[in-house]
């Protein structure tokens, strides 16, 4: 079963189907209408955010579902799948994949993913885990974990990589990443164009998420609006 998710997404692409509280598409009824249109458009796996979206993507499309829970906790900057209680609140909902956000930051209530990852596995052997990566010390580490996939998605978010960007001289931090990892590589972050997401996958990356690109009709709208405006 495990398998059986990487092999789906091999060389194709993920969309995320995500909104925030304070974006105008925030609702599990859109998000779940985003991944039809991902699925009629022919991606091979949805990303979602919260038990309830992907509870309603699930109603929508077969795809398999890559889920994570973003929340804030005042004890650390940790915010993607940040705690046990959230890794098993998406993994209770039957999706492939929990992503969770491996930046080496401390995290709430003083968890350690070495203490917690066993917890998981024993009570989810079947699930597999994604850990959403800033920089290079962060994919040893989750490969030291035994994390099932590595992600780029928190590169440009964190202390040590803010503001930067994986498409960055073509893509030398993804190659950095692609050599170093020890399983398979989901490129994700700032991949905004069909020719970037043609060439992580060109370059070795074993699937490519695309999310604002694509389902965020606001960010779409402003990159047009400031062009314009100059």
């Known amino acids: 079963m495990k398998n059986d998710f990487l092999k789906r997404v091999k060389g194709k692409l993920i969309v995320s189907c995500q909104a925030l509280p304070d974006e105008p598409l ?12 991902a699925t009629q458009a022919g991606a091979a796996g949805i990303r979602a955010n919260s038990v309830v979206d992907i509870q309603a993507i699930q109603d929508e499309t077969s795809l398999p579902v890559i889920g994570i829970i973003k ?11 940040p705690t046990l209680r959230e890794m098993r609140q998406v993994a209770a909902t039957g999706v492939a994949v929990v ?30 885990l994604m ?13 030291e974990l035994g994390f099932d996939i590595i992600g780029t998605t928190m590169h440009g978010y964190t202390p040590t990589t803010n503001g930067m960007n994986i498409a960055d001289d073509d893509f030398a ?47 779409i709208a402003s990159r047009f609006i400031n062009a314009i405006d100059g």
């Open 173 to 219: 931090y993804l190659k950095e990443v692609l050599a170093t990892a020890t399983v398979p590589v989901i490129a994700e972050g700032k991949v905004d164009t069909p020719a970037k997401a043609r060439r992580v996958l060109d370059l070795g990356a074993h699937a490519v998420v695309v999310g604002g690109a694509i389902t965020r009709p606001l960010e």
């Open 99 to 128: 992503a969770c956000q491996v930046t080496g930051q401390p995290r709430p209530n003083g968890e350690d993913l070495a203490n917690i990852i066993p917890r998981f596995r024993e009570e989810y052997p079947t699930t597999l």
């Open 26 to 37: 925030f609702s599990s009824f859109i998000m779940a209408r985003m991944a039809r249109a």
């Open 71 to 81: 929340r804030d906790y005042v004890d650390s900057p940790v915010y993607i799948t």
């Open 131 to 143: 850990a959403d990566t800033g920089d290079l010390d962060d994919v040893v580490r989750a490969s």
